[in-house]
């Protein structure tokens, strides 16, 4: 059997996306929001942690289960070193990564085949084929969840239940003492405390979902319509640790927008040169006739709209931007400095 060492810098945002805004010595430009430092480093050390994904050891059971899968398909061996380190959620998403490598590197190479064609003489022609689309679909719907921005909105919908349950719990009658009815009024209720989660549960509970939440996205990713923004500006596209970016057109009073929701418009940023535009239907034909046309895939950008588009890549990454030059993350400290609400984003709260 083949031996592997363990993985140890494990990338939540891959390198072969990565890899569109480095340079030849494969450095990306740095924009660390949580200093406003802006600095050079190499796409192996942006977007990644240690053992990421890696939790508790697997049960003897649960590994034979997976070894008689493997071997129906063929990969025993392959999967074994990874199996034995337990590091089978990076050896799942390598696959996957590695299946849709070569499909990213045609679609940017087919846009660049068509940059010298003005958008009214692309009616009709995409730059996706049909028997791409899953594949793309499926990966951002995974690169969506698979972040640390993700996992800490996991940890925040858990404190926020673990809160809700124990000022629910501390309504009940009959304490043993005025302290202790002192202590539930105003600490319990008033949710003037604090909850920590544990990093391994943290972990688990993230990791454990990931390919199961995905799967979900990837359908409704498929029923919306998907555009292509290729900028006509120098202003570029920038990209963040958390670069699948979900926008609601339409604000709901009591809870956030989902996938499918009505008007909801997703950003993925291709290249510097490109984004990919994803919108749900029935809204996008009531605001726009002209962008909803099923034959049109591809538009052009006026610097307004990479601007707007950056912006959502500022508010919503967890603390790095990554651009080919410094200028273009020039304007997002300005943009940041300008108008703090693209930087303090709302976390999620339960009151």
């Known amino acids: 059997m083949l031996i592997l060492s363990k993985v140890k810098r494990q990338h939540y945002v891959p390198r072969l996306y990565l890899k569109q805004w480095a340079n030849s010595s494969k450095q990306v430009i740095v924009l660390d929001k949580s200093n406003n430092k802006q600095y ?57 990564e590695a299946t849709v490598a070569p499909i ?17 003489y692309l009616i009709g022609n995409s730059a996706i084929k049909n028997n791409e689309y899953y594949d793309i679909a499926y990966f951002i719907s995974l690169q969506a969840v698979r972040t640390k921005e993700h996992r800490k909105m996991i940890d925040e919908i858990h404190e926020g ?43 688990y509970m ?19 319509k998907w555009l292509i923004q290729r900028r006509t500006t ?64 591809i538009i052009d950008s006026i610097e307004e709209n990479v601007i707007y588009s950056n912006d959502l890549q500022v508010y919503h990454s967890d603390r790095q931007l990554f651009s080919t030059n410094s200028e273009n993350l020039k304007l997002a400290k300005k943009r940041m400095k300008e108008s703090p609400k693209i930087y303090k984003k709302k976390r999620i709260t339960f009151n």
Do not use: C, W
């Not at 990213?104 to 009214?120: A, C, H, M, T, Y």
């Open 40 to 96: 050079p480093n190499n796409i192996q050390n942006v977007a990644s942690a240690n053992y990421f994904y890696d939790g508790g050891t697997l049960p003897d059971e649960e590994k034979e289960k997976i070894r008689e899968i493997a071997k129906e398909e063929g990969i025993l061996e392959e999967i074994e070193p990874y199996l034995a380190n337990n590091q089978m959620i990076e050896y799942m998403v390598g696959k996957i």
């Open 206 to 224: 993230h990791v454990t979902q990931m390919f199961s939440q995905a799967e979900t996205i990837v359908d409704i990713l498929l029923s919306h």
């Open 161 to 203: 239940m673990i809160k809700k349950l124990a000022q629910l719990e501390s309504k009940q009658d009959g304490f043993e003492s005025d302290i202790e009815e002192k202590t539930h009024k105003e600490i319990i209720q008033k949710g003037k405390f604090n909850v920590e989660i544990d990093d391994e549960y943290s972990k």
């Open 234 to 297: 120098d202003l570029q596209f920038i990209t963040s640790d958390h670069p699948v970016i979900k926008h609601d057109n339409i604000q709901h009073p009591f809870y956030g927008a989902g996938y499918a929701s009505k008007g909801i418009e997703i950003h993925f940023p291709l290249s510097p040169d490109y984004e990919i535009l994803i919108y749900e239907r029935s809204h996008l034909a009531s605001v726009s006739p002209f962008l909803s046309n099923p034959n049109l895939h």
């Open 104 to 120: 990213l590197d045609s679609v940017i190479s087919r846009l660049n085949g068509l940059k010298l064609f003005p958008q009214e």
